[in-house]
């Protein structure tokens, strides 16, 4: 089956314009997808889409900010609208903004860390979920992190993915009888390459710079494989979970770190 799992179908990649999400959209298409990739990063966006098509994909474009409930409907009907169906949704959306103990977070800055991690992938899971209820099929894949099993300095981010996982598990439970999946593909430490979107546009101070390189050194130090794992390993994982390969799989949570789970 692998080669061309998504041969026609309609997959939504949300997060696609770096990252894990790019990686996946590129490999969905490998495979035969009609692609609706969706970012906040319209220039990155664009550009990786005329990359696509220059290979031979079909992809349509969403520009938006998916944190709003108002933004994730709109993607859902555009996607609908233009190929009367989604077969598979891939939430990526998310990522720590900052490195540092939860004593030294700011109200607002805990708020902005769920805001980008958390509601992006609720939202868009609500609404195709509704569309996917209503076709009677469908396979949903979050990501979420394994930074939830304990890590350094990343507890906003950690609540927000943990709240993915939990909501993966609730949700799939709640549509199976409508021949829908649900799974969540949690990655460890990633390299992601040079970031087309900073991560954060504001300069940390050395003491925060100096508790980022402490967090990345403890999750090494917790990875038993002592290496970071490539977007397309990621991908591969998702791809899986997102195909009729994993047709009798639901509610699971798939670590994607080396040996470090959530």
């Known amino acids: ?117 958390l509601w992006p992938t609720l939202w868009c899971a609500r609404e195709i979920a509704i569309q996917m209820k209503r076709q009677r099929c469908g396979s949903i894949v979050t990501v979420g992190s394994t930074i939830t099993g304990g890590g350094l300095y990343r507890t906003p981010y950690a609540a927000a993915k943990g709240g993915v996982h939990a909501f993966t598990n609730a949700l799939a439970r709640e549509i199976s009888e409508f021949n829908v999946r649900v799974n969540c593909v949690a990655p460890g430490a990633i390299d992601n390459g040079v970031r087309r979107v900073p991560r954060n546009t504001e300069l940390n101070s050395p003491q925060e710079q100096a508790w980022e390189r402490e967090a990345c050194t403890d999750t090494m130090n917790a990875t038993p494989m002592r290496r970071l794992g490539t977007t397309d390993e990621v991908a591969n994982a998702i791809c899986f979970l997102a195909s009729d390969e994993a047709s009798y799989i639901t509610g699971q949570v798939l670590s994607a770190g080396g040996g470090l789970s959530d």
């Open 1 to 117: 089956m692998q080669g061309r799992r998504f041969e026609g179908r309609v997959v939504i990649v949300t997060g696609a314009a770096q990252g894990i999400g790019r990686a996946t959209a590129f490999k969905v298409a490998a495979e035969g997808a009609k692609v609706v990739v969706a970012d906040m990063a319209e220039t990155e966006l664009l550009a990786m889409s005329k990359q696509m098509e220059v290979g031979g994909a079909q992809v349509l474009t969403v520009h938006g900010d998916l944190s709003t409930a108002r933004a994730a409907k709109h993607l859902v009907q555009i996607a609908v609208q233009t190929y009367g169906r989604v077969d598979a949704a891939i939430l990526n959306v998310g990522g720590t903004i900052w490195f540092k103990p939860l004593t030294e977070y700011q109200p607002e800055e805990i708020e902005k860390e769920i805001n980008r991690s």
